[in-house]
């Protein structure tokens, strides 16, 4: 839908659009029919309509398409909640990191620094993304969200490396039989329910 608010375009030229920008990076645009079936479902929620069909020479009739009021209404409003509501996300690696004491500390060590090298590489690759684009001249704009995405990536990357220098120095250490005698220990009770059951 963004790509039709700038103007209107066939599915191809957004496909072309996603990747020159370098949005496959935030939208999962791998397969072109990804593309195809998105559009097919703005149609059928009318918020997309087709405009017109072109021949381009040595390519086969393609179908334009272009924005409905309500479709540029309905962008809108998302793009205003998405940019001032954070909303409540679920990423795999915070479940992971609370359930790290099912690990040996050694365990859990051992995957740590595998993953501070994986998030060295994915800077690195960000990085050269960063440069190439300012080499074609990209402007700022298209890359934004790659600009945050970097912050975030070494942000995560400052705290892993804590956490690994903290299991190094045996600042951060457990073993089986702490976890066990832990949570054999009874739990307070919540504020208030303490004084309801004397």
Known sequence: ???????????????????????????NVRQR???????????????????????????????????TDEGRRTFREWMKEALS??????PEFPVAVSLLGLLTPEEALRQLETRVAALEDEAARIDSQFARAAAEGLPRLFLLET???????????????????????GRLTWSEAWLRQFSEQPTSAPEGEEQAMT
């Open 1 to 27: 839908m963004a790509l039709l608010y700038e103007a209107p375009m066939h599915p191809y030229r957004m496909q072309q659009l996603i990747k020159e920008r370098g949005k496959d990076e935030v939208v």
């Open 147 to 169: 600009e945050y995405q970097r912050a975030t990536l070494e942000a995560e990357l400052e705290w892993v490396r804590a956490v690994v220098d903290d299991l190094c120095m």
């Open 33 to 67: 029919a990804s593309v195809y079936q998105t559009v097919d479902r703005l149609q059928r929620l009318r918020l997309i309509t087709p405009r017109e069909k072109v021949r381009e020479e040595k390519w086969p009739e393609r179908t334009v398409y272009e924005l």
């Open 85 to 90: 509501t954070r909303a409540r996300e679920f």
